[in-house]
């Protein structure tokens, strides 16, 4: 049975250190960069990337529309709250599966993206989130470009690591003494997971 998968990333106009709230909503949203993709037995059969503006966000949402697995990193306590006040719809009951929450769970500790990347196949980000924000902020067709690449390549990354802990049941990381550890992964599906959102639009 193929299933539907889409993952994706933001990026936001503001760091938190320029908004009083500490609220992820009021970062604002500059580009979202979504794959959707179909999937059997662990193998991808066709995908597409799309990635949106701010100012045109209206092709986005139908992305979110019966799918059986929305992946992100973070995606649940930054991602999603940034969104959720220009979604036409609450995103919080989609079938999230957050690949940090899950590894929080099991190690009790936070990773990064770059540094799971790295250890687990080999190349990680190609920017940081600062750089980001000056880009948007810089708005110059070159530095547009240089965030929309830098959001696709997150969103690739996050793809190609979600795949690994599905293809190996684990993931790479180096500890704070730079040894090399494992932890054990599930990213299999339950049979709750695999029911098709309907009734968004």
Not at 56 to 68: E, I, K, Q, R, T
Not at 121 to 132: E, I, Q, R, V, W
Request: hydrophobic share 40%.
């Amino acid at each position: 049975m193929p299933y539907r998968e889409l993952i994706f990333d933001i990026e936001t106009q503001k760091l938190f250190d320029d908004i009083q709230s500490g609220n992820p909503a009021d970062l604002g949203v500059s580009i979202v960069s979504v794959y959707k993709r179909l999937v059997e037995k662990g193998k991808e059969l066709e995908g597409q990337m799309f990635s949106f503006w701010i100012h045109d966000l209206s092709g986005l949402w139908p992305l979110f529309a019966n799918v059986d697995r929305i992946i992100g990193f973070n995606s649940l306590k930054f991602d999603v709250p940034v969104l959720a006040p220009l979604s036409p719809f609450d995103l919080k009951p989609l079938h999230h599966f957050d690949m940090l929450d899950i590894i929080k769970d099991i190690l009790g500790h936070r990773l990064s993206l770059d540094t799971l990347a790295t250890a687990t196949l080999g190349t990680g980000k190609t920017d940081s989130g600062l750089n980001a924000v000056t880009y948007w902020q810089q708005s110059t067709p070159e530095s547009l470009a240089k965030l929309q690449h830098y959001c696709e390549h997150d969103v690739i990354v996050t793809r190609d690591l979600y795949d690994y802990g599905v293809a190996h049941g684990h993931l790479k990381y180096l500890d704070r003494w730079n040894t090399p550890r494992i932890v054990d992964v599930d990213f299999s599906y339950p049979k709750s997971d695999s029911v098709p959102q309907m009734g968004l639009f």
